[in-house]
């Protein structure tokens, strides 16, 4: 396997490592053993950090720091992460807002005949993002995953 199929191949294990380490995060917190969580945006740990953090990490390892491949790799890495704990998470919370604000409105609705509300099928999908620290997780996950891939490699 050349060594951008290696990089790909580490960057998407690490992604699939991430999902499914969701399975067991969610357990701990909730004490329910959840299989669907290997599906779910958000949670600990991020996915998306993972496969940038372990993508960077593994041209790192070949290439050195001072490439330019590595400095693409963790500026398009860092951009991944603070999107994921920054504008994907904050929208999660306005989803959750409107939720909420339907559930109200639903409910004063049924005190007022003549005020007519149609509620949605289907909520807002609320877990988009992630906190920093599960930012944090999934990017020392990727580094750990990239660097071993490097070293295993050769």
Do not use: C
């Given at each position: 396997?050349?060594?951008?199929?290696?990089?790909i191949a580490t960057?998407?294990?690490?992604?699939?490592?991430?999902?499914?380490?969701?399975?067991?995060?969610?357990?701990?917190?909730?004490?329910?053993?959840?299989?669907?969580?290997?599906?779910?945006?958000?949670?600990?740990?991020?996915?998306?950090?993972?496969?940038?953090?372990?993508?960077?990490?593994?041209?790192?390892?070949?290439?050195?720091?001072?490439?330019?491949?590595?400095?693409?790799?963790?500026?398009?890495?860092?951009?991944?992460?603070?999107?994921?704990?920054?504008?994907?998470?904050?929208?999660?919370?306005?989803?959750?807002?409107?939720?909420?604000?339907?559930?109200?409105?639903?409910?004063?609705?049924?005190?007022?005949?003549?005020?007519?509300?149609?509620?949605?099928?289907?909520?807002?999908?609320?877990?988009?993002?992630?906190?920093?620290?599960?930012?944090l997780g999934g990017?020392?996950?990727?580094?750990?995953?990239?660097?071993?891939?490097?070293?295993?490699?050769?």
């Amino acid at each position: 396997m050349n060594k951008m199929n290696r990089g790909i191949a580490t960057a998407l294990s690490a992604i699939g490592i991430a999902q499914a380490l969701k399975i067991v995060t969610h357990k701990r917190v909730h004490g329910v053993w959840d299989v669907k969580q290997v599906a779910t945006t958000g949670g600990m740990p991020s996915s998306h950090s993972a496969g940038v953090a372990a993508l960077a990490s593994y041209i790192a390892a070949n290439k050195g720091s001072r490439h330019t491949e590595t400095a693409l790799a963790v500026i398009f890495g860092v951009i991944v992460m603070y999107d994921a704990q920054g504008i994907r998470r904050h929208t999660g919370e306005i989803a959750q807002l409107v939720n909420d604000l339907e559930d109200n409105v639903a409910q004063i609705s049924g005190d007022f005949p003549s005020l007519e509300f149609v509620e949605r099928e289907k909520e807002l999908k609320e877990l988009l993002g992630h906190q920093p620290v599960e930012v944090l997780g999934g990017a020392l996950l990727g580094i750990a995953l990239g660097y071993t891939s490097a070293r295993i490699e050769g």
